[in-house]
Nanobody, 123 residues
Framework: QVQLVESGGGLVQADASLRLTCAAS????????MAWFRQAPGKEREFVAS????????VYADSVKGRFTISADTASNTVSLQMTSLRPEDSATYYC????????????????WGQGTQVTVSS
């Protein structure tokens, strides 16, 4: 059982930075791979980035490479997504997710989801 809660979303201007945080809990949460997905209105939910808890391996979608950084902190049991150079097309609801699969980019492989946090980037 894993519980996930996202925070940190907001309204920002283009080229601004924003940091999202996912707080994980549950006895087995560190056995799972963690990821961020996002979904804009009328669009499919898409993979953004993933990491294991020790930060040894990270994976990014091509659309965010060089701009977003995912990290995990076992001391606080949180996973963060540091977003820089934000663009209007980054606007979406961002979700934290957990899976026992190995570095999957497919939403169907993720068993646990947070409720989401809204990110809006204005021009």
């Amino acid at each position: 059982q894993v519980q996930l809660v996202e925070s940190g979303g907001g309204l920002v201007q283009a080229d601004a930075s924003l940091r999202l945080t996912c707080a994980a809990s549950g006895r087995t949460y560190m056995r799972h791979l963690m990821a961020w997905f996002r979904q804009a209105p009328g669009k499919e939910r898409e993979f953004v980035a993933s990491t294991n808890w020790n930060g040894g391996i990270t994976v990014y979608a091509d659309s965010v490479k060089g701009r977003f950084t995912i990290s995990a902190d076992t001391a606080s049991n949180t996973v963060s997504l540091q977003m820089t150079s934000l663009r209007p097309e980054d606007s979406a609801t961002y979700y934290c997710a957990a899976t026992i699969s190995s570095y999957s980019r497919h939403k169907s492989d993720y068993s646990y989801w947070g409720q989401g946090t809204q990110v809006t980037v204005s021009s």
